[in-house]
Nanobody
Framework: QVQLVESGGGLVQPGGSLRLSCAVS??????????MNWYRQHLGKQRESVAS???????DYADSVKGRFTISRDNSKNMLYLQMNNLKPEDTAVYYC??????????WGQGTQVTVSS
């Protein structure tokens, strides 16, 4: 069974940086063939996609994070990353990794809490 384990969240001041990690295990096929997304969910709101990376390495970002967040992957380690710079209070949310919208999702992990506050 597929397992997603997100980590790297924490409390950071505005303008700070965090690097999130997502460990993927149990996939039917090699991790490298899966396009992956990072999502976030603000308290009381729906989950939204913030970044995506295809199996070929092409990336895309939500306008709200473009220029500040960078998604990457290490297929040799079955890992997905999200480098977040110049964090803002509105980036406060629980962050998750999973497959892109419109594709059958893997079981959701527990997510990792990011809190941006002075």
């Amino acid at each position: 069974q597929v397992q997603l384990v997100e980590s790297g969240g924490g409390l950071v001041q505005p303008g700070g940086s965090l690097r999130l990690s997502c460990a993927v295990s149990g996939t039917t096929y090699s991790f490298r063939v899966y396009s992956m997304n990072w999502y976030r969910q603000h308290l009381g709101k729906q989950r939204e996609s913030v970044a995506s990376i295809t199996y070929g390495g092409a990336t895309d970002y939500a306008d709200s994070v473009k220029g500040r967040f960078t998604i990457s992957r290490d297929n040799s380690k079955n890992m997905l990353y999200l480098q977040m710079n110049n964090l803002k209070p509105e980036d406060t949310a629980v962050y998750y990794c999973n497959r892109p919208d419109g594709i059958t999702a893997f079981p959701w992990g527990q997510g990792t809490q990011v809190t941006v506050s002075s």
